[in-house]
């Protein structure tokens, strides 16, 4: 097992004697996979993605699942949950704004968060955008599209339903139902991206209700 690697499992939401809030167990041994026992994770719960840090409780280790992301995915303690997960490198502390978000990184993560953001925002004039649930966030008549530095890629998510309309095309890069990765030693396919958050437009403005993130 690698850092680079994407780590999927099927869980139960805990809660933990002493501690508030909810939380998942980590069903590997984090320290031999990862060479310490603190790691930053981009992770996603039923596809809704959160950062977050793997801490340690005992001898296992539990990554919190916050009460937002428990409201998105409509589950609390003793449901089950999929899980995915890959090590990122540290995100801005306390970052209020995009321009926050991406000023924290340099080099090929902050040029690509750069395109990419200008990219989202040309596809539509009534596009916002917002930190939530630790990252870049665009919403239009609810979420549209979110993206994340990792170590190695830039994690892209697009909801479940544009990957699988995309999965021929996505088929070069790793993903899940949720989360896609590009990695920074490969180019950006940005005309793909654009269809992607073209469809997911599509799919707000014509066939869902607004929601709030």
């Not at 699942?65 to 801005?92: C, F, H, M, N, W």
């Not at 340099?106 to 990252?135: F, H």
Request: aromatic share 10%; hydrophobic share 40%.
């Amino acid at each position: 097992m690698g850092s680079k690697q994407l780590y999927k499992f099927d869980t139960q939401i805990l809660k933990l004697p002493g501690r508030t809030g909810a939380f998942v167990e980590i069903p590997f041994d984090v320290k031999a996979t990862f060479g310490k026992s603190r790691v930053l994770v981009s992770a996603t719960f039923d596809d809704v993605p959160q950062e977050g840090q793997l801490v340690q409780e005992g001898a296992a280790h539990f990554l919190s699942i916050r009460q937002d992301s428990r409201r998105a995915i409509d589950k609390q303690t003793g449901d089950s949950v999929r899980v995915t997960l890959e090590e990122r490198t540290a995100a801005p502390k306390n970052a209020g704004t995009v321009d926050d978000y991406i000023a924290a990184y340099d080099g090929e993560a902050r040029a690509r968060m750069e395109t990419l953001r200008t990219l989202i925002l040309s596809c539509d004039p009534n596009i916002q955008e917002k930190i939530s649930w630790d990252m870049p966030a665009f919403v239009l008549n609810g979420p549209l599209v979110y993206f994340a530095a990792a170590k190695k890629h830039l994690g892209f998510y697009p909801m479940p339903k544009a990957i699988e309309a995309y999965s021929d095309q996505l088929a070069p890069y790793k993903h899940s139902k949720g989360a896609i990765q590009f990695p920074y030693d490969k180019p950006m396919p940005y005309d793909l991206i654009r269809e992607m958050v073209l469809f997911r437009i599509k799919a707000n403005t014509q066939d869902s209700p607004p929601i709030s993130i």
